[in-house]
Protein backbone atom coordinates (compact mmCIF):
# COMPACT_ATOMS: atom_id res chain seq x y z
CA UNK A 1 0.00 0.00 0.00
CA UNK A 2 0.94 3.24 -0.07
CA UNK A 3 2.26 3.64 3.25
CA UNK A 4 4.44 0.87 2.68
CA UNK A 5 5.83 2.58 -0.41
CA UNK A 6 6.03 5.32 1.91
CA UNK A 7 8.93 4.00 3.94
CA UNK A 8 10.45 1.94 1.03
CA UNK A 9 11.39 5.74 -0.36
CA UNK A 10 12.49 7.25 2.55
CA UNK A 11 14.89 4.30 2.85
CA UNK A 12 16.07 4.38 -0.16
CA UNK A 13 16.69 8.55 -0.14
CA UNK A 14 18.76 7.76 3.17
CA UNK A 15 21.14 4.87 1.61
CA UNK A 16 21.09 7.59 -1.22
CA UNK A 17 22.60 10.96 1.19
CA UNK A 18 24.96 9.11 3.09
CA UNK A 19 27.90 10.83 1.99
CA UNK A 20 26.15 14.19 2.42
CA UNK A 21 26.39 16.72 5.62
CA UNK A 22 25.08 15.74 8.44
CA UNK A 23 22.02 17.96 8.60
CA UNK A 24 20.94 16.41 5.53
CA UNK A 25 21.54 12.90 6.76
CA UNK A 26 19.14 13.54 9.86
CA UNK A 27 16.73 15.75 7.83
CA UNK A 28 16.20 11.86 5.45
CA UNK A 29 16.52 9.70 8.89
CA UNK A 30 13.63 11.95 10.50
CA UNK A 31 11.45 11.54 6.93
CA UNK A 32 12.14 8.04 7.26
CA UNK A 33 10.50 8.09 10.86
CA UNK A 34 7.68 9.90 9.69
CA UNK A 35 7.14 7.52 6.66
CA UNK A 36 6.97 4.55 9.73
CA UNK A 37 4.81 6.50 11.91
CA UNK A 38 2.16 6.73 8.89
CA UNK A 39 2.86 2.55 8.54
CA UNK A 40 1.68 2.07 12.49
CA UNK A 41 -1.16 4.64 12.13
CA UNK A 42 -2.77 2.72 8.98
CA UNK A 43 -1.79 -0.56 10.43
CA UNK A 44 -3.37 0.80 14.09
CA UNK A 45 -6.88 2.18 11.31
CA UNK A 46 -7.24 -1.33 10.02
CA UNK A 47 -6.74 -3.50 13.22
CA UNK A 48 -9.60 -0.76 15.09
CA UNK A 49 -11.60 -1.38 12.02
CA UNK A 50 -11.57 -4.98 13.04
CA UNK A 51 -11.88 -4.53 16.99
CA UNK A 52 -15.22 -1.89 16.13
CA UNK A 53 -17.00 -4.80 14.00
CA UNK A 54 -16.22 -7.46 16.70
CA UNK A 55 -17.49 -5.00 19.27
CA UNK A 56 -20.40 -4.11 16.93
CA UNK A 57 -21.49 -7.58 16.69
CA UNK A 58 -20.53 -8.84 20.72
CA UNK A 59 -23.21 -5.47 21.68
CA UNK A 60 -26.06 -6.83 19.14
CA UNK A 61 -25.54 -10.35 20.01
CA UNK A 62 -25.92 -9.10 24.35
CA UNK A 63 -28.77 -6.55 23.51
CA UNK A 64 -30.55 -9.24 21.62
CA UNK A 65 -30.03 -12.13 24.47
CA UNK A 66 -31.09 -9.31 26.98
CA UNK A 67 -34.35 -8.56 25.59
CA UNK A 68 -34.72 -12.35 25.00
CA UNK A 69 -34.49 -13.14 28.25
CA UNK A 70 -37.10 -10.71 29.49
CA UNK A 71 -39.44 -12.44 27.47
CA UNK A 72 -38.75 -15.85 28.80
CA UNK A 73 -38.53 -14.68 31.97
CA UNK A 74 -42.46 -13.38 31.21
CA UNK A 75 -43.34 -16.30 29.62
CA UNK A 76 -41.68 -18.63 31.38
CA UNK A 77 -41.41 -17.48 34.79
CA UNK A 78 -39.13 -19.63 37.19
CA UNK A 79 -39.08 -23.02 35.11
CA UNK A 80 -35.85 -25.16 35.40
CA UNK A 81 -35.55 -25.38 31.65
CA UNK A 82 -35.42 -21.59 32.02
CA UNK A 83 -32.30 -21.55 34.57
CA UNK A 84 -30.50 -23.80 32.61
CA UNK A 85 -30.78 -21.43 30.09
CA UNK A 86 -29.66 -18.23 31.76
CA UNK A 87 -26.88 -20.27 34.02
CA UNK A 88 -25.82 -21.27 29.97
CA UNK A 89 -26.00 -16.76 29.29
CA UNK A 90 -24.05 -15.83 32.06
CA UNK A 91 -21.52 -18.27 31.11
CA UNK A 92 -21.14 -16.49 27.69
CA UNK A 93 -21.41 -13.14 28.75
CA UNK A 94 -18.56 -11.31 28.16
CA UNK A 95 -16.02 -10.79 31.46
CA UNK A 96 -16.52 -6.87 32.87
CA UNK A 97 -13.43 -6.69 34.12
CA UNK A 98 -11.59 -7.50 30.94
CA UNK A 99 -13.92 -4.99 28.96
CA UNK A 100 -12.87 -2.23 31.86
CA UNK A 101 -9.43 -2.90 31.19
CA UNK A 102 -9.76 -2.83 27.42
CA UNK A 103 -11.46 0.38 27.78
CA UNK A 104 -8.81 2.16 30.09
CA UNK A 105 -6.12 1.13 27.24
CA UNK A 106 -8.43 2.45 24.92
CA UNK A 107 -8.23 5.99 26.77
CA UNK A 108 -4.63 6.12 27.00
CA UNK A 109 -3.99 5.11 23.78
CA UNK A 110 -6.61 8.34 22.80
CA UNK A 111 -4.51 10.86 24.65
CA UNK A 112 -0.93 9.52 23.73
CA UNK A 113 -2.61 9.93 19.74
CA UNK A 114 -3.35 13.44 20.73
CA UNK A 115 -0.35 13.95 22.08
CA UNK A 116 1.41 12.91 19.51
CA UNK A 117 -0.82 15.09 17.10
CA UNK A 118 -0.24 18.33 18.91
CA UNK A 119 3.31 17.55 18.61
CA UNK A 120 2.82 16.96 14.94
CA UNK A 121 0.78 19.84 14.23
CA UNK A 122 3.75 22.36 15.51
CA UNK A 123 6.25 20.36 13.62
CA UNK A 124 3.78 21.07 10.53
CA UNK A 125 3.35 24.96 11.48
CA UNK A 126 7.42 25.40 11.37
CA UNK A 127 7.41 24.14 7.95
CA UNK A 128 5.32 26.89 6.69
CA UNK A 129 8.37 28.71 6.95
CA UNK A 130 10.44 27.12 4.69
CA UNK A 131 13.03 29.59 4.86
CA UNK A 132 13.07 29.72 8.01
CA UNK A 133 13.19 26.10 8.40
CA UNK A 134 16.17 25.90 5.95
CA UNK A 135 18.16 28.48 7.57
CA UNK A 136 17.42 27.13 11.52
CA UNK A 137 18.73 23.64 9.25
CA UNK A 138 21.73 25.50 8.09
CA UNK A 139 23.11 27.01 10.83
CA UNK A 140 26.84 26.39 10.85
CA UNK A 141 27.18 25.42 7.44
CA UNK A 142 29.16 27.77 4.39
CA UNK A 143 26.55 29.95 2.65
CA UNK A 144 28.76 28.30 -0.37
CA UNK A 145 27.38 24.96 0.60
CA UNK A 146 23.65 25.92 1.48
CA UNK A 147 23.12 26.71 -2.03
CA UNK A 148 24.31 23.91 -3.88
CA UNK A 149 22.12 21.95 -0.83
CA UNK A 150 19.25 24.01 -1.35
CA UNK A 151 17.54 21.89 -4.47
CA UNK A 152 17.46 18.92 -1.93
CA UNK A 153 16.64 20.44 1.16
CA UNK A 154 13.92 21.68 -0.51
CA UNK A 155 12.50 18.39 -1.57
CA UNK A 156 13.15 16.73 1.80
CA UNK A 157 10.65 19.56 3.12
CA UNK A 158 8.36 19.36 0.78
CA UNK A 159 8.42 15.24 1.74
CA UNK A 160 8.39 15.55 5.37
CA UNK A 161 5.80 18.03 4.68
CA UNK A 162 3.40 15.67 2.73
CA UNK A 163 4.17 12.97 5.55
CA UNK A 164 3.34 14.93 8.12
CA UNK A 165 0.37 15.71 6.58
CA UNK A 166 -0.49 11.88 5.67
CA UNK A 167 0.51 11.28 9.17
CA UNK A 168 -1.70 13.53 10.84
CA UNK A 169 -4.92 12.73 8.80
CA UNK A 170 -4.32 8.99 9.49
CA UNK A 171 -3.81 9.79 13.20
CA UNK A 172 -7.47 11.64 13.14
CA UNK A 173 -8.87 8.45 11.49
CA UNK A 174 -7.47 6.42 14.06
CA UNK A 175 -8.69 8.85 16.78
CA UNK A 176 -12.35 8.65 15.25
CA UNK A 177 -12.56 5.03 15.67
CA UNK A 178 -11.08 4.89 18.46
CA UNK A 179 -13.65 7.35 19.95
CA UNK A 180 -16.38 4.87 18.16
CA UNK A 181 -14.72 2.24 19.93
CA UNK A 182 -15.04 3.91 23.50
CA UNK A 183 -18.64 3.74 22.75
CA UNK A 184 -19.19 0.75 21.83
CA UNK A 185 -16.78 -0.36 24.79
CA UNK A 186 -19.04 1.38 26.76
CA UNK A 187 -22.40 0.56 25.80
CA UNK A 188 -21.51 -2.96 25.90
CA UNK A 189 -20.37 -2.49 29.30
CA UNK A 190 -23.50 -1.01 29.90
CA UNK A 191 -25.40 -3.91 28.25
CA UNK A 192 -23.16 -6.47 30.24
CA UNK A 193 -23.87 -4.83 33.29
CA UNK A 194 -27.69 -5.01 33.06
CA UNK A 195 -27.72 -8.41 32.21
CA UNK A 196 -25.53 -9.72 34.92
CA UNK A 197 -27.87 -7.33 37.14
CA UNK A 198 -31.28 -9.23 35.98
CA UNK A 199 -29.46 -12.53 36.33
CA UNK A 200 -28.43 -12.10 39.80
CA UNK A 201 -32.00 -11.27 40.31
CA UNK A 202 -33.49 -14.06 39.32
CA UNK A 203 -30.38 -17.00 39.20
CA UNK A 204 -30.95 -17.61 42.94
CA UNK A 205 -34.55 -18.71 42.44
CA UNK A 206 -34.66 -20.62 39.58
CA UNK A 207 -34.35 -24.29 39.92
CA UNK A 208 -31.23 -25.27 37.33
CA UNK A 209 -31.82 -29.22 37.89
CA UNK A 210 -34.79 -31.77 38.36
CA UNK A 211 -35.38 -33.13 42.50
CA UNK A 212 -33.62 -36.09 42.95
CA UNK A 213 -35.11 -39.41 42.62
CA UNK A 214 -33.49 -42.51 43.15
CA UNK A 215 -33.41 -43.83 39.76
CA UNK A 216 -31.19 -41.22 39.38
CA UNK A 217 -28.13 -42.92 41.27
CA UNK A 218 -28.25 -45.15 38.12
CA UNK A 219 -26.63 -42.53 36.12
CA UNK A 220 -23.71 -42.71 39.18
CA UNK A 221 -21.17 -45.17 37.48
CA UNK A 222 -21.38 -43.33 33.88
CA UNK A 223 -20.91 -39.93 35.26
CA UNK A 224 -17.71 -41.41 37.59
CA UNK A 225 -16.16 -42.76 34.34
CA UNK A 226 -16.94 -39.26 32.31
CA UNK A 227 -15.03 -37.69 34.75
CA UNK A 228 -12.33 -40.18 35.23
CA UNK A 229 -11.49 -40.47 31.24
CA UNK A 230 -7.89 -40.65 30.86
CA UNK A 231 -8.29 -38.49 27.69
CA UNK A 232 -8.96 -35.54 28.62
CA UNK A 233 -7.06 -35.09 31.49
CA UNK A 234 -3.97 -36.53 29.60
CA UNK A 235 -4.41 -33.80 26.75
CA UNK A 236 -4.54 -31.37 29.67
CA UNK A 237 -1.32 -32.88 30.78
CA UNK A 238 0.96 -32.30 28.03
CA UNK A 239 -0.46 -28.77 27.13
CA UNK A 240 0.67 -28.24 30.69
CA UNK A 241 4.22 -30.05 30.30
CA UNK A 242 4.76 -27.95 26.88
CA UNK A 243 3.84 -24.70 28.53
CA UNK A 244 6.53 -25.63 31.42
CA UNK A 245 9.48 -25.84 29.34
CA UNK A 246 8.42 -22.26 28.07
CA UNK A 247 6.99 -20.29 29.94
CA UNK A 248 8.61 -18.12 32.42
CA UNK A 249 6.08 -17.34 35.16
CA UNK A 250 5.47 -20.74 35.51
CA UNK A 251 9.35 -21.94 35.85
CA UNK A 252 9.83 -18.91 38.41
CA UNK A 253 6.30 -20.04 40.43
CA UNK A 254 8.44 -23.33 40.58
CA UNK A 255 11.38 -21.49 41.54
CA UNK A 256 9.48 -19.90 44.05
CA UNK A 257 7.83 -22.98 45.40
CA UNK A 258 10.98 -24.72 45.87
CA UNK A 259 12.84 -22.07 47.35
CA UNK A 260 10.41 -21.98 50.33
CA UNK A 261 10.49 -25.47 50.74
CA UNK A 262 14.14 -25.05 51.12
CA UNK A 263 13.72 -22.42 53.43
CA UNK A 264 10.72 -23.89 55.58
CA UNK A 265 13.45 -24.69 58.51
CA UNK A 266 15.06 -21.24 58.77
CA UNK A 267 11.53 -19.35 58.30
CA UNK A 268 10.24 -21.63 61.23
CA UNK A 269 13.48 -20.62 63.18
CA UNK A 270 12.62 -16.74 62.48
CA UNK A 271 8.85 -16.68 63.38
CA UNK A 272 9.49 -18.41 66.68
CA UNK A 273 12.03 -16.13 67.31
CA UNK A 274 9.64 -13.35 66.40
CA UNK A 275 6.89 -14.63 68.04
CA UNK A 276 9.16 -15.12 71.81
CA UNK A 277 10.21 -11.55 71.06
CA UNK A 278 7.05 -10.09 70.64
CA UNK A 279 5.50 -11.93 73.57
CA UNK A 280 7.29 -10.16 76.20
CA UNK A 281 6.34 -6.35 77.11
CA UNK A 282 10.18 -5.98 77.29
CA UNK A 283 10.94 -6.63 74.10
CA UNK A 284 7.73 -6.36 72.86
CA UNK A 285 7.47 -3.98 68.99
CA UNK A 286 4.40 -4.17 66.78
CA UNK A 287 7.53 -4.65 64.04
CA UNK A 288 7.67 -7.78 65.54
CA UNK A 289 4.24 -8.73 65.15
CA UNK A 290 3.75 -7.88 61.40
CA UNK A 291 7.57 -9.80 60.72
CA UNK A 292 5.49 -12.69 62.51
CA UNK A 293 2.53 -12.60 60.21
CA UNK A 294 4.52 -11.94 57.11
CA UNK A 295 6.56 -15.37 57.94
CA UNK A 296 3.62 -17.17 58.76
CA UNK A 297 2.22 -16.22 55.63
CA UNK A 298 5.61 -17.52 53.63
CA UNK A 299 5.49 -20.91 55.09
CA UNK A 300 1.66 -21.01 54.23
CA UNK A 301 2.67 -19.96 50.76
CA UNK A 302 4.21 -22.97 48.89
CA UNK A 303 1.71 -25.29 47.95
CA UNK A 304 -1.07 -22.60 47.47
CA UNK A 305 1.14 -20.66 44.96
CA UNK A 306 2.29 -24.08 42.95
CA UNK A 307 -1.87 -24.89 42.31
CA UNK A 308 -2.61 -21.29 41.70
CA UNK A 309 0.33 -21.21 38.94
CA UNK A 310 -0.64 -24.49 37.53
CA UNK A 311 -4.20 -23.86 37.51
CA UNK A 312 -3.54 -19.99 36.13
CA UNK A 313 -0.87 -21.91 33.22
CA UNK A 314 -3.81 -24.09 32.43
CA UNK A 315 -6.37 -21.55 32.27
CA UNK A 316 -4.48 -19.35 29.68
CA UNK A 317 -3.17 -21.69 27.27
CA UNK A 318 -4.42 -20.38 23.80
CA UNK A 319 -5.14 -24.29 22.48
CA UNK A 320 -6.87 -25.33 25.79
CA UNK A 321 -10.07 -26.91 25.84
CA UNK A 322 -13.11 -26.21 27.75
CA UNK A 323 -12.05 -28.93 30.28
CA UNK A 324 -8.60 -27.80 30.32
CA UNK A 325 -9.79 -24.27 31.36
CA UNK A 326 -12.60 -25.59 33.89
CA UNK A 327 -9.35 -27.67 35.73
CA UNK A 328 -7.32 -24.63 35.70
CA UNK A 329 -10.20 -23.05 37.30
CA UNK A 330 -11.10 -25.72 40.03
CA UNK A 331 -7.03 -25.33 40.77
CA UNK A 332 -7.02 -21.57 41.08
CA UNK A 333 -10.22 -21.84 43.57
CA UNK A 334 -8.12 -24.99 44.95
CA UNK A 335 -5.08 -22.65 45.95
CA UNK A 336 -7.28 -19.96 47.85
CA UNK A 337 -8.61 -22.31 49.62
CA UNK A 338 -5.83 -24.23 51.08
CA UNK A 339 -3.63 -21.17 51.57
CA UNK A 340 -6.03 -19.96 54.08
CA UNK A 341 -6.32 -23.01 55.42
CA UNK A 342 -2.64 -23.72 55.37
CA UNK A 343 -2.27 -19.78 57.13
CA UNK A 344 -4.77 -21.23 60.13
CA UNK A 345 -2.36 -24.36 60.38
CA UNK A 346 0.53 -22.10 60.91
CA UNK A 347 -1.19 -19.47 63.27
CA UNK A 348 -1.78 -22.49 65.44
CA UNK A 349 1.83 -23.86 65.94
CA UNK A 350 2.37 -24.72 69.10
CA UNK A 351 5.25 -22.23 68.32
CA UNK A 352 3.64 -19.72 66.75
CA UNK A 353 1.62 -16.42 67.04
CA UNK A 354 -1.39 -17.87 68.61
CA UNK A 355 -0.09 -19.33 71.58
CA UNK A 356 2.94 -17.12 72.08
CA UNK A 357 1.17 -13.79 71.22
CA UNK A 358 -1.95 -14.24 71.83
CA UNK A 359 -1.71 -16.45 74.86
CA UNK A 360 -4.97 -18.10 74.11
CA UNK A 361 -5.97 -21.12 75.96
CA UNK A 362 -3.98 -24.81 75.19
CA UNK A 363 -7.26 -25.72 75.16
CA UNK A 364 -8.60 -24.13 72.59
CA UNK A 365 -5.60 -24.01 70.41
CA UNK A 366 -5.52 -28.09 70.31
CA UNK A 367 -9.10 -27.89 69.23
CA UNK A 368 -8.99 -25.47 66.73
CA UNK A 369 -5.40 -26.80 65.06
CA UNK A 370 -7.06 -30.65 65.16
CA UNK A 371 -9.98 -29.63 63.71
CA UNK A 372 -8.52 -27.42 61.16
CA UNK A 373 -6.25 -29.77 60.16
CA UNK A 374 -9.38 -32.18 59.41
CA UNK A 375 -10.78 -29.30 57.32
CA UNK A 376 -7.57 -29.30 55.15
CA UNK A 377 -7.52 -33.08 54.33
CA UNK A 378 -10.94 -33.56 53.68
CA UNK A 379 -12.57 -29.80 52.04
CA UNK A 380 -10.24 -28.89 49.77
CA UNK A 381 -10.06 -32.28 47.54
CA UNK A 382 -13.69 -32.50 47.13
CA UNK A 383 -14.13 -28.71 46.25
CA UNK A 384 -12.13 -29.52 43.47
CA UNK A 385 -13.97 -32.59 42.42
CA UNK A 386 -16.93 -31.17 42.48
CA UNK A 387 -16.37 -28.15 40.55
CA UNK A 388 -15.03 -30.77 38.08
CA UNK A 389 -17.90 -33.05 38.52
CA UNK A 390 -20.55 -30.49 37.65
CA UNK A 391 -18.81 -28.76 34.59
CA UNK A 392 -17.84 -32.77 32.55
CA UNK A 393 -21.83 -33.81 33.33
CA UNK A 394 -23.48 -30.14 32.37
CA UNK A 395 -22.13 -30.68 29.18
CA UNK A 396 -22.54 -33.96 28.98
CA UNK A 397 -26.18 -33.15 29.92
CA UNK A 398 -26.22 -35.51 32.65
CA UNK A 399 -28.25 -35.85 36.09
CA UNK A 400 -25.40 -34.27 38.09
CA UNK A 401 -25.92 -36.89 40.80
CA UNK A 402 -21.62 -37.09 41.22
CA UNK A 403 -21.41 -32.91 41.31
CA UNK A 404 -24.95 -33.07 43.52
CA UNK A 405 -24.16 -35.89 45.95
CA UNK A 406 -20.60 -33.87 46.49
CA UNK A 407 -21.69 -30.46 47.13
CA UNK A 408 -23.88 -32.59 49.68
CA UNK A 409 -20.70 -34.01 51.28
CA UNK A 410 -19.38 -30.46 51.57
CA UNK A 411 -22.14 -29.02 53.14
CA UNK A 412 -21.42 -32.14 56.15
CA UNK A 413 -17.70 -30.98 56.08
CA UNK A 414 -18.88 -27.46 56.60
CA UNK A 415 -21.27 -28.63 59.18
CA UNK A 416 -19.54 -31.11 61.35
CA UNK A 417 -16.54 -28.43 61.17
CA UNK A 418 -18.79 -25.47 62.88
CA UNK A 419 -20.65 -28.34 64.80
CA UNK A 420 -17.42 -29.21 67.03
CA UNK A 421 -15.51 -25.87 67.57
CA UNK A 422 -19.27 -24.39 68.07
CA UNK A 423 -20.21 -26.89 70.33
CA UNK A 424 -21.38 -25.43 73.76
CA UNK A 425 -19.78 -27.66 76.03
CA UNK A 426 -16.67 -29.05 73.89
CA UNK A 427 -16.05 -26.44 71.85
CA UNK A 428 -13.52 -23.39 71.68
CA UNK A 429 -15.73 -21.53 74.16
CA UNK A 430 -16.03 -24.10 76.46
CA UNK A 431 -13.05 -23.04 77.95
CA UNK A 432 -14.00 -20.08 80.69
CA UNK A 433 -10.75 -18.40 79.56
CA UNK A 434 -11.75 -18.62 76.10
CA UNK A 435 -14.47 -15.86 76.28
CA UNK A 436 -12.96 -13.36 77.66
CA UNK A 437 -11.58 -11.88 75.19
CA UNK A 438 -14.25 -11.47 72.80
CA UNK A 439 -17.21 -11.85 75.01
CA UNK A 440 -19.89 -10.45 72.62
CA UNK A 441 -19.38 -13.96 70.37
CA UNK A 442 -19.27 -15.79 73.51
CA UNK A 443 -22.48 -14.89 74.18
CA UNK A 444 -23.72 -15.35 70.54
CA UNK A 445 -22.23 -19.23 70.37
CA UNK A 446 -26.00 -20.71 71.13
CA UNK A 447 -26.91 -18.69 67.83
CA UNK A 448 -23.90 -19.40 66.22
CA UNK A 449 -24.06 -23.06 66.87
CA UNK A 450 -27.56 -23.34 66.14
CA UNK A 451 -26.75 -21.57 62.48
CA UNK A 452 -24.38 -23.79 61.95
CA UNK A 453 -26.16 -26.65 61.79
CA UNK A 454 -29.73 -24.91 60.50
CA UNK A 455 -28.01 -23.50 57.29
CA UNK A 456 -26.58 -26.35 55.99
CA UNK A 457 -29.73 -28.61 56.52
CA UNK A 458 -31.55 -25.72 54.77
CA UNK A 459 -28.67 -25.96 51.66
CA UNK A 460 -28.63 -29.52 51.16
CA UNK A 461 -33.07 -29.61 51.03
CA UNK A 462 -32.02 -26.93 48.42
CA UNK A 463 -29.51 -29.52 46.44
CA UNK A 464 -32.29 -32.21 46.73
CA UNK A 465 -34.91 -29.64 45.02
CA UNK A 466 -33.13 -28.94 42.38
CA UNK A 467 -31.58 -25.43 43.04
CA UNK A 468 -28.33 -26.87 42.86
CA UNK A 469 -26.25 -23.45 41.41
CA UNK A 470 -27.68 -21.07 43.63
CA UNK A 471 -26.44 -23.55 46.76
CA UNK A 472 -23.16 -23.30 44.82
CA UNK A 473 -23.15 -19.01 45.00
CA UNK A 474 -24.74 -19.43 48.95
CA UNK A 475 -21.63 -21.80 50.03
CA UNK A 476 -19.11 -20.14 48.01
CA UNK A 477 -20.20 -16.50 50.55
CA UNK A 478 -20.69 -18.86 53.47
CA UNK A 479 -16.84 -20.38 53.04
CA UNK A 480 -15.69 -16.82 52.45
CA UNK A 481 -17.26 -15.72 55.66
CA UNK A 482 -15.53 -18.13 57.44
CA UNK A 483 -12.07 -17.23 56.47
CA UNK A 484 -13.42 -13.01 56.79
CA UNK A 485 -14.27 -14.35 60.94
CA UNK A 486 -10.35 -15.75 61.32
CA UNK A 487 -9.25 -12.79 59.84
CA UNK A 488 -11.45 -10.01 61.43
CA UNK A 489 -10.16 -12.26 64.86
CA UNK A 490 -6.53 -12.22 64.03
CA UNK A 491 -6.58 -8.29 63.17
CA UNK A 492 -8.46 -8.24 66.79
CA UNK A 493 -6.25 -9.85 68.56
CA UNK A 494 -3.03 -8.15 66.81
CA UNK A 495 -3.93 -4.69 67.36
CA UNK A 496 -5.30 -5.39 71.29
CA UNK A 497 -1.97 -7.05 71.88
CA UNK A 498 -0.17 -4.15 70.56
CA UNK A 499 -2.30 -2.20 73.10
CA UNK A 500 -1.52 -4.35 76.05
CA UNK A 501 2.29 -4.07 75.32
CA UNK A 502 2.48 -0.47 75.13
CA UNK A 503 0.23 0.22 78.16
CA UNK A 504 2.48 -2.66 79.82
CA UNK A 505 5.66 -0.75 78.42
CA UNK A 506 4.59 2.26 79.53
CA UNK A 507 3.55 1.01 83.23
CA UNK A 508 7.16 -0.26 83.09
CA UNK A 509 8.66 2.90 82.40
CA UNK A 510 6.86 4.72 85.01
CA UNK A 511 8.16 2.17 87.37
CA UNK A 512 11.49 2.72 86.67
CA UNK A 513 10.78 6.37 86.84
CA UNK A 514 9.57 5.88 90.38
CA UNK A 515 12.59 3.70 91.55
CA UNK A 516 15.21 5.84 89.85
CA UNK A 517 13.48 9.17 92.11
CA UNK A 518 13.31 6.37 94.98
CA UNK A 519 9.69 6.22 95.13
CA UNK A 520 8.05 2.98 95.90
CA UNK A 521 6.92 1.08 92.78
CA UNK A 522 3.31 0.47 92.72
CA UNK A 523 2.89 -3.24 92.76
CA UNK A 524 0.18 -3.04 89.74
CA UNK A 525 2.90 -1.70 87.89
CA UNK A 526 5.63 -4.13 88.44
CA UNK A 527 7.54 -4.66 85.40
CA UNK A 528 6.68 -8.78 83.38
CA UNK A 529 9.75 -10.58 82.51
CA UNK A 530 8.79 -13.49 81.04
CA UNK A 531 6.30 -14.50 78.36
CA UNK A 532 5.13 -17.83 81.11
CA UNK A 533 3.78 -14.68 83.36
CA UNK A 534 2.09 -13.33 80.26
CA UNK A 535 0.39 -16.63 79.77
CA UNK A 536 -1.03 -16.81 83.63
CA UNK A 537 -1.80 -12.93 83.29
CA UNK A 538 -3.77 -13.03 80.00
CA UNK A 539 -7.10 -12.57 81.64
CA UNK A 540 -5.56 -9.31 83.77
CA UNK A 541 -4.64 -8.09 80.28
CA UNK A 542 -8.04 -6.79 79.21
CA UNK A 543 -7.84 -4.09 82.16
CA UNK A 544 -4.71 -2.72 81.14
CA UNK A 545 -6.47 -1.61 78.17
CA UNK A 546 -8.36 1.87 78.95
CA UNK A 547 -11.83 1.74 77.97
CA UNK A 548 -11.35 4.24 75.32
CA UNK A 549 -9.02 2.45 73.68
CA UNK A 550 -11.05 -0.74 73.56
CA UNK A 551 -14.00 1.28 72.52
CA UNK A 552 -12.32 2.39 69.22
CA UNK A 553 -10.67 -1.01 68.58
CA UNK A 554 -14.04 -2.64 68.41
CA UNK A 555 -15.86 0.30 67.03
CA UNK A 556 -12.81 -0.26 64.24
CA UNK A 557 -13.22 -3.95 64.24
CA UNK A 558 -17.13 -3.88 63.80
CA UNK A 559 -16.79 -1.39 60.98
CA UNK A 560 -14.18 -3.95 59.24
CA UNK A 561 -16.67 -6.70 60.19
CA UNK A 562 -19.53 -5.11 58.64
CA UNK A 563 -17.79 -3.99 55.34
CA UNK A 564 -16.06 -7.42 55.23
CA UNK A 565 -19.45 -8.80 55.04
CA UNK A 566 -20.80 -6.29 52.45
CA UNK A 567 -18.14 -7.10 49.83
CA UNK A 568 -18.68 -11.52 50.36
CA UNK A 569 -22.75 -11.07 49.78
CA UNK A 570 -22.60 -8.25 47.71
CA UNK A 571 -23.12 -11.04 44.14
CA UNK A 572 -26.07 -12.06 46.52
CA UNK A 573 -27.64 -8.87 47.37
CA UNK A 574 -29.21 -8.55 44.26
CA UNK A 575 -31.41 -11.57 44.20
CA UNK A 576 -33.36 -9.81 47.69
CA UNK A 577 -34.59 -6.96 44.97
CA UNK A 578 -37.30 -10.29 44.32
CA UNK A 579 -39.11 -9.09 47.59
CA UNK A 580 -40.34 -5.37 46.30
CA UNK A 581 -42.93 -7.57 44.17
CA UNK A 582 -44.86 -8.15 47.36
CA UNK A 583 -46.14 -5.79 49.74
CA UNK A 584 -46.47 -6.34 53.68
CA UNK A 585 -50.30 -4.30 53.56
Not at 252 to 278: D, K
Request: glycine residues 4%.
Amino acid sequence: DEASQRVGEAKEVVAQLTDQLPAIQRLAQDNASYSERLLESAAAVKAIAAERETLEKELKWVDEALSGTKQKIAMAGRSQALGLLLYDLQRSLPDTRQLTKKLNRNRDVIAETGLVQVQLGEERKKLDDTEGYIEELASGIAPAEVQKLLPELRSLLTNRTDLIDKVMASNRAHLSQLSEIELLSTNLLSSVDDFNSLLAERLLWIRSTPMIHVRDFAHLPEEVRTLLAPSPWLETGQHLLREALVSPLLLLACGGFLLLIASRNWLSIQLERAVNLAGTPTTYRFSLSIKALALTILLALPLPLLCFSVGWQIHSLSEASEFSRSVGGALMLLASRLFCLCSIMVLLRPVGIVTRLFFWPKAVVGLLRRETFRFLVAFPPVVFVTQIAFYVNYRAGATHILGRLSMLLILAIISWFTFRLLHPRTGVWSSPAAGVQIAVVRRLNDILFAASLLVPFIMAGLVFAGYVFAVGGLLRCLVNTIWLAFAIVICHQLLERWLIQSSRQLALQKAIHHRNQGEPVHEAVQPVASSEKDAADAEEDLVVLSQESKKLLNALITIAALVGLWLVWFDMLPALRIFNQYSLW
